[in-house]
């Protein structure tokens, strides 16, 4: 299981008024990658180039069926300090098909130690949602998604805050805020802007450092930067956006250049 020790911050930069950023093993500041099928040798390179940065790598959807060196890349990954888990919408697949002790098996197998689960993609009874996790969170970490895939599927903001207090208190290590791949659903519209008063209604119930945040896009991933500060749970960030998401949190990057700035410095030189 994953130990969250009280946090400790760290900043080694020449430069002045960079934000204080978590350091490994994060509870905050988490990074959440999202691997659709990189061979062993990219991950290698992901690894060499930015796994200091991420917290978790996602190997998503149904990829880990069809991918190969599956066993040697997980490895790879723990081997980094890199928590890593499959798809929810492949613990969908298992249950849809009535085989969940086949899902425990497979993730075993796979020597993961942690899990998520999601009903993105099926219809699936929240009390036993929530049965689930409180299943695996006995033997993983679990990590749990709330909202649709489905454009158009609108959830009232009641309705998440529910769902997300009580899968927390079955077991969840954090819950996912949806937005899909594309984040173009769930927290955000069809265009990519943010359900504003969605996330502020969430976060006025459930406890920021609970939630990790999909946004796959880089406007989302300054959005909430922006708002939450640069120790915010961000997920779905692609491969090769792992750096460039850290130095938007660190405001190395012109959509957050300014964030962490003094007043006195916001000024023309």
Not at 4 to 32: A, C, D, F, W
Not at 101 to 121: M, T
Request: aromatic residues 8%; proline residues 3%; positive net charge.
């Amino acid at each position: 299981m994953i130990e969250t020790p009280k946090t400790k911050k760290v900043s080694h930069s020449p430069l002045k008024y960079l934000p204080e950023r978590t350091q490994n093993p994060r509870s905050n500041g988490i990074t959440m990658v999202m691997d659709k099928g990189l061979s062993l040798r990219q991950a290698e390179d992901l690894v060499s180039a930015s796994g200091k940065y991420v917290d978790f790598i996602k190997l998503g959807f149904g990829t880990s069926l069809v991918s190969n060196n599956v066993k040697e890349k997980i490895k790879l990954y723990q081997d980094n300090n890199i928590n890593v888990y499959v798809g929810g919408t492949l613990f969908e697949a298992f249950v849809i098909r009535n085989q969940f002790q086949a899902y425990v098996d497979y993730v075993s197998e796979l020597g993961l130690k942690s899990c998520e689960v999601s009903d993105g993609s099926i219809t699936l009874n929240h009390e036993k949602k929530c049965e689930y996790i409180s299943i695996l969170s006995k033997n993983f970490t679990v990590l749990s998604e709330v909202g649709s895939k489905e454009e158009g599927v609108i959830i009232h903001p009641q309705r998440w805050i529910k769902m997300m207090e009580a899968e927390l208190k079955a077991g969840s290590f954090k819950v996912i805020a949806e937005a899909r791949e594309s984040g173009t659903v769930g927290i955000f519209h069809k265009n990519g802007s943010a359900h504003a008063l969605l996330i502020n209604r969430i976060v006025n119930k459930v406890k920021l450092e609970n939630i990790i945040w999909e946004t796959p896009q880089k406007s989302q991933q300054a959005y909430f930067i922006k708002l939450f500060g640069s120790n915010v749970n961000l997920g779905n960030i692609a491969v090769d956006d792992v750096i460039p998401t850290e130095t938007l949190r660190l405001g190395l990057r012109g959509d957050t250049f300014f964030a962490f700035l003094p007043p006195e410095l916001k000024t023309e030189i």
